[in-house]
């Protein structure tokens, strides 16, 4: 929904957004403090990113203006840094997300966990569903496997390979988005495939991430693969919203 209001609103104010004026800031300060509410009032760093990523992704396919991105990216960097400073589970993730090892039996566990699965499955991983996520004695040795850390599995179980082969269909996902949105013939249409495509990059990026240690660790779904109701039904939204801007393309250059 964030994502077709925003669609909706840039392709009317485009034309004033990519002139740059001082005063055409406000949308921008506007979602980077809804953003920051988030990560304040839920502690989620992961949400928070994902919101204010997609705004200034479709925000710079409208104006084609790189420095509201370069704008936006220095508010949301501080932004957090005053979480840091002021959340203490904000500060206790990007402690654990530089050196997780000195916190291995406490808030680190989760992590430490995730890095040894990806690594025990080497190149080829012992095999789809032979992965041990449990001790003999049922104590939970990945946690969250089948939700947060589904990507530690799949790494344990189909190898450095496997992943990379699940990354790539990803990839094609982005890929042909991106390229729905350059055959739409409407502006409202190209922002709205952009959005969501992006949306669906950014939020796998966020999770696959913090599972390798590129960014501190966040809660999201990787998308169709992750256990979570809602999560899958957000992201078949999302097909089904690409699909149909796809179908009215070619449609109407047919």
């Known amino acids: 929904m964030l994502t077709v209001l925003l669609a909706g609103c840039l392709r009317e104010k485009r034309e004033v957004l990519a002139q740059g004026r001082l005063k055409d800031f406000g949308p921008l300060l506007f979602i980077w403090g809804g953003a920051m509410l988030v990560l304040v009032e839920t502690n989620d760093l992961g949400s928070a990113l994902l919101y204010f990523g997609i705004f200034l992704a479709m925000l710079y396919v409208a104006t084609a203006r ?3 991105v370069a704008i936006g990216a220095v508010l949301f960097v501080a ?3 005053g979480a840091y400073t002021m959340i203490p589970h904000v500060r ?3 402690q654990v997300w530089l050196d997780p090892w000195p916190h291995v039996h406490t808030t680190g566990y989760q992590i430490t966990q995730s890095l040894y699965s990806i690594s025990s499955g080497g190149f080829g991983g012992s095999g789809l569903g032979k992965g041990v996520v449990t001790t003999t004695g049922g ?3 990945i946690p969250s496997a089948n939700t947060d850390f589904i990507y530690s599995t799949l790494a344990q179980e189909l190898g450095l390979i496997g992943v990379a082969a699940l990354l790539l269909v990803y990839m094609l996902f982005v890929a042909r988005g991106m390229r729905i949105a350059m055959i739409a013939d409407d502006g409202f249409s190209k922002l709205l495939a952009a959005g969501l495509t992006f949306s669906f990059a950014l939020q796998t990026f ?4 913090g599972i390798l240690r590129l960014i501190p660790l ?4 990787l998308p169709f693969v992750s256990y979570g ?4 039904v957000a992201n078949f939204i999302l097909l089904a919203g690409l699909l149909l801007i796809s179908n009215r393309a070619n449609a109407l250059r047919t």
């Open 206 to 209: 966020i999770i696959v991430g």
């Open 66 to 68: 790189i420095a509201f």
């Open 218 to 221: 966040t809660g999201i779904t």
């Open 229 to 232: 109701g809602s999560s899958v």
């Open 79 to 81: 932004g957090s840094a």
């Open 92 to 94: 206790e993730r990007v």
């Open 139 to 141: 104590n939970t040795l």
